[in-house]
């Protein structure tokens, strides 16, 4: 027997989107799309799974240099098993794929997952489909942070360690702001959430680009505006361990509380109803967001309409149930920014397009179409 969120999570789902602002949700008949019939969740996975390791051996095959897709996946299996295979490529091809191109296909990889994963979480705490960390301007405030300590030369965690915690500090504070002003009575409008997060964002972007401005080291200037547009170039190895942990960490307290994410669908007093402590869940779950979104704007910039983008399509896929969606979004996400990041690299060159220019060309139209949608579904409610 389907479980009460599978029956009904197509209508929640609409609700949601057609009237954010509601506190509670009827429940409605039943109804599964063709697509959900035609599809089942493990072969869903199964091809996205499939899919990001395409993606990855793809990622680390094309470059300046092409490197065979065999001779990829024999390097990698010696690193695996050591002496199983007989290495016949030349030696600068282990230097290219396990020096250069690995460690930044890895954080590409988990950057995207990242991304995904706390855009569907914040479309369900705010119950709002056009939530996203760059939209409601978590990653500006993170990256605010970051550029300040950079700018002032503070390094008293260490040159890593120092940008990540300022970038945690300033995307809570700014989602908290946007949450402030966004609510008006206990109730949340898709305009006055929109409204919030894209004014904030501009003022926190006046803030960086004013600092950046009074930068006296003209390097620390170039490097600075090139992270802030988004990239995964020049990844080392040691950048990877924090991120890492950190995605895995708050993909597994995201699966762990996706129960309470599906009773924030039918609206608040519903979810209070069933014993959800609906504003000391969603505190909790703003930190989480916010602790992962600045870590990964401190490694990888401000790259947008990733957690966008991603839900949407997983959610036409595997309904709205986010036992089902955040592992889905997570292996979509990662996918899409690894091949986003091979096409950043490979399009143009040998001169680079920033990652997060690329993710917003497809990220704008997505946006300006949700929008379209969200606003005739708006009308036809009232």
């Not at 793809?58 to 098993?81: E, H, K, N, R, Y």
């Not at 369900?124 to 301007?137: C, H, I, K």
């Not at 997983?314 to 036992?323: E, F, P, Q, S």
């Amino acid at each position: 027997m389907r479980s009460s969120v599978d029956a009904l999570s197509e209508d929640t789902n609409q609700a949601v989107e057609s009237n954010p602002a509601a506190d509670s949700a009827r429940p409605a008949p039943e109804r599964v799309s063709p697509r959900e019939r035609r599809v089942s969740y493990p072969v869903v996975l199964v091809l996205l799974g499939a899919a990001l390791m395409v993606a990855v051996v793809v990622g680390l095959a094309v470059g300046s240099v092409s490197l065979p897709p065999t001779d990829v996946v024999a390097i990698l299996g010696q690193q695996v098993f050591p002496g199983w295979i007989d290495p016949g490529w030349p030696a600068t091809y282990d230097t290219i794929l396990l020096d250069v191109r690995l460690p930044r296909v890895l954080l590409a990889g988990i950057v995207g997952a990242g991304l995904s994963a706390v855009g569907t979480a914040l479309q369900a705490l705010v119950r709002n489909p056009l939530a996203d960390p760059f939209l409601l301007g978590i990653s500006s405030g993170a990256s605010l942070g970051a550029v300040t300590l950079l700018v002032t030369g503070a390094t008293v965690l260490g040159t890593l360690a120092t940008p990540m915690v300022a970038a945690f500090a300033g995307s809570m504070v700014t989602l908290a702001a946007v949450y402030a002003l966004a609510s008006s009575g206990g109730r949340m409008t898709t305009t006055r959430l929109v409204l919030a997060g894209v004014a904030l964002s501009y003022v926190l972007s006046a803030l960086t680009d004013l600092l950046l401005s009074t930068a006296s080291d003209p390097h620390l200037m170039a490097s600075i505006r090139f992270w802030r547009l988004g990239s995964v170039a020049g990844t080392e190895w040691q950048t990877l361990p924090i991120p890492a942990i950190v995605v895995l960490v708050g993909l597994a307290v995201l699966l762990w509380q996706s129960g309470s994410l599906n009773l924030l669908l039918a609206g608040e007093e519903s979810a209070g109803t069933l014993g959800l402590d609906v504003h000391r869940f969603r505190t909790g779950m703003f930190v989480l967001v916010s602790l992962m979104t600045g870590v990964m704007v401190a490694v990888s910039g401000a790259i947008g309409f990733v957690g966008l983008m991603v839900p949407h399509a997983v959610r036409m896929l595997v309904g709205a149930d986010h036992r089902r969606v955040l592992p889905t979004a997570t292996l979509l996400g990662a996918t899409f920014l690894i091949l986003a990041d091979l096409a950043a690299r490979t399009v143009a060159a040998p001169q680079e397009i920033q990652l997060g220019v690329l993710t917003a060309l497809c990220g704008g139209p997505f946006f300006v179409w949700l929008l379209r949608r969200q606003t005739r579904r708006e009308k036809a409610d009232r």
